[in-house]
């Protein structure tokens, strides 16, 4: 089985900065793909950031050059470290991988999100 855990999410003030962090753990052959899902109350679910195994990264417009995405391959983990942030991006965040997994194959799993608050 396997389990996406998130931490790091809070409350912090407009400009301020965060950094998210998730680790997949299980039966896990390799790692194809991480990243960063959002979902702001009424709105539907986005990308955030996504890290390939490669190292490729891409992110949604609104966060770039204020959002940086990284991974450690060797621990499967990826973090988002978040800097100026606004009101706009309060929202939960969810870690989302896709794994290749012992016995199951490909798969796209998801954390159970943190609550990102931005006051202004």
């Known amino acids: 089985q396997v389990q996406l855990v998130e931490s790091g999410g809070g409350l912090v003030q407009a400009g301020g900065s965060l950094r998210l962090s998730c680790a997949a753990s299980?039966?896990?052959?390799?790692?194809?793909?991480m990243g960063w899902y959002r979902q702001a109350p009424g709105k539907q679910r986005e990308l955030v950031a996504r890290i390939n195994a490669g190292g490729s990264t891409n992110y949604a417009d609104s966060v770039k050059g204020r959002f940086t995405i990284f991974s450690d391959n060797a621990k499967n983990t990826v973090s988002l470290r978040m800097n100026s942030l606004k009101a706009g991006d309060t929202a939960v965040y969810y870690c989302?991988?896709?794994?290749?997994?012992?016995?199951?194959?490909?798969?796209?799993?998801w954390g159970q999100g943190t609550q990102v608050t931005v006051s202004s």
């Open positions: 299980g039966n896990i052959f390799s790692v194809n793909a």
């Open positions: 989302n991988a896709d794994l290749n997994v012992y016995g199951l194959g490909f798969g796209d799993y």
